[in-house]
């Protein structure tokens, strides 16, 4: 279960105690801004993707969404989202629970630049 994973992760930094679990689904980036009482916009979203023959996660604010033109500039590469029954294998999460921590071996996180004005 992804929760597990995540709480291993973050035991080895000493910072398990931080997570937070809800009764409610926090899903999708509307579920958990209501049940942090909080804007979307400061919910990190994470989406995947495939590069070439590799996964990769992008983190990005709640309220932001995918530029393929950007994203192709950036990458080199056309955007090409990670079908919903590859997230769990490629990424180590399900659809629903992606987060950038306790991810599979080789599965490289990019933070969008829409996060800096959360500094």
């Given at each position: 279960m992804a929760?597990?994973?995540v709480r291993a992760y973050f035991e080895q930094f000493g910072i398990a105690d931080r997570i937070k679990e809800f009764h409610e689904s926090s899903a999708t980036v509307e579920l958990a801004a209501h049940a942090l009482n909080t804007e979307p916009c400061r919910i990190a979203k994470?989406?995947?993707f495939m590069l070439g023959d590799k996964a990769i996660l992008i983190v990005t604010a709640g309220d932001a969404k995918?530029?393929?033109h950007k994203y192709?500039?950036?990458f080199g590469a056309k955007a090409k989202m990670l079908k919903?029954?590859?997230v769990d294998d490629l990424i180590g999460h399900g659809i629903g629970g992606v987060c950038p921590f306790g991810i599979n071996d080789g599965v490289t996180v990019y933070l969008d630049e829409s996060l800096k004005r959360f500094k």
């Open positions: 929760i597990e994973k994470t989406l995947s995918n530029d393929n192709k500039s950036f919903p029954e590859e």
